[in-house]
């Protein structure tokens, strides 16, 4: 079992960076593909960025060029920095993970949830 727990996130206003943090538990995370997914008022949960065991990084086209997700596997965690940050980044931001390194967009494709941390960006 994998537990995961989210930390970072905050009020900030546009232009503004934030690093969330997602700590895991267990000693597999370094055979874990972690993400991100966010998830607005009354939208679906959606993907933002992925870091697949074996080292690839992916993005959600509305977040390249201004978030980048990162790993400290002697941590057990996996971070989100984001930059240049607008009022449509507000949301839900939840860490997820998987075994396998398979490309996954899909929240469905990943076996363990963290709570969750709010970011709400003013204008």
């Known amino acids: 079992q994998v537990q995961l727990v989210e930390s970072g996130g905050g009020l900030v206003q546009a232009g503004d960076s934030l690093r969330l943090s997602c700590a895991a538990s267990g000693r597999t995370f370094s055979s874990l593909s972690m993400a991100w997914f966010r998830q607005a008022p009354g939208e679906d949960r959606d993907f933002v960025s992925a870091f697949t065991w074996t080292g690839t990084t992916y993005y959600a086209d509305s977040v390249k060029g201004r978030f980048a997700i990162s790993r400290d596997n002697a941590k057990n965690t996996v971070y989100l920095q984001m930059d240049s940050l607008r009022p449509e980044d507000t949301a839900v931001y939840y860490c997820?993970?998987?075994?396998?390194?398979?490309?996954?967009?899909?929240?469905?494709?990943?076996?363990?949830w963290g709570q969750g941390t709010q970011v709400t960006v003013s204008s």
């Open positions: 997820a993970a998987k075994r396998g390194s398979a490309r996954a967009m899909q929240g469905h494709e990943y076996t363990y």
